[in-house]
């Protein structure tokens, strides 16, 4: 809004949901996108979607905790993934963005499991990256508690989103569909 207020706001409109149900079938983005989207779902040009940013992976061997798994890119929009990669650098967040996951063979197909899927899957074919840092020893459990989170970390992958969003929002065009999708 302050953007926006200095004559300097996004060419396109952001659209922030919170989606629910996700734990029991992904039954609020399938609403959204197949039921009664606010806007045309054709009209949505990317899903930036971000779920369980702020805790570390415990399988990852490398000492390095500055990633952030992205899935999703490539898969459909070859562009929007190369704007989230110029992104990382312009904004100087330094993160590793790690593609352990973005495959439609993984076996653990965190592509189909969280909001973005009714968005990106073949009906639709929106461009999306879903922001992950991993499964750990409180997912989806009570004792995933906010001390265990890494801030620093969390603000980081925080800004990346935000400025990727920003250079959609702000592009002549929207991202091009290009990937094979998941058919």
């Known amino acids: 809004m302050k953007a926006r207020e200095d004559g300097h706001g996004p060419r396109r409109s952001l659209l922030f949901l919170h989606l629910t149900g996700e734990e029991n079938g992904l039954l609020g983005s399938e609403y959204y996108a197949d039921v009664n989207a606010v806007l045309p779902i ?11 940013i702020g805790r570390h992976d415990p399988t990852r061997t490398d000492p390095d905790s500055n ?3 992205i899935i999703g890119s490539r898969l459909i929009s070859e ?9 990382n650098e ?10 352990r996951f973005n495959s439609r063979h993984d076996p653990n197909q965190f592509y189909a499991r969280s909001d973005h899927w009714h968005f990106g899957k073949p ?3 929106v461009p999306f990256i879903f922001f992950f840092t991993g499964i750990h ?3 989806h459990r009570p004792t995933d508690e906010a001390d265990k989170i890494d801030y620093d970390r969390l603000a980081r ?27």
């Open 123 to 125: 009906r639709h074919g």
């Open 42 to 52: 054709e009209r949505t040009v990317t899903n930036l979607n971000v779920d369980m």
């Open 90 to 99: 312009l904004t100087g967040t330094g993160l590793f963005l790690d593609e």
């Open 137 to 139: 020893e409180d997912y």
């Open 79 to 87: 562009e929007l993934h190369e704007i989230n990669q110029r992104v």
């Open 157 to 183: 992958i925080a800004r990346l989103i935000f400025a990727t969003a920003w250079q959609v929002a702000n592009q002549d065009s929207a991202p091009a569909v290009s990937g094979g999708g998941f058919h």
């Open 67 to 69: 990633y952030v798994y």
